[in-house]
């Protein structure tokens, strides 16, 4: 016997994603990579390059 919650999983995305190909809407596409992807990418330019990252540190005039 499983708890009520996981039979429930996904059932208001897939049935939104029904409606909204009934009524012809087409979702957009995400831009952004996911976030393990982006983690990985953010890791690799920081420590392993050793890039620096945010905004540029205050620089004495």
Known sequence: MTHGSLDKAGKVRRATLEAMK???????????????????????????LGLRWGQPKRRRR
């Not at 009934?22 to 392993?48: D, H, M, Q």
Request: glycine fraction near 4%; proline fraction near 15%.
């Open 22 to 48: 009934a009524l012809g809407i087409v979702p957009k596409e995400r831009r952004t990579p996911p976030p393990r992807v982006n983690n990985r990418e953010k890791y690799y330019k920081r420590f392993i």
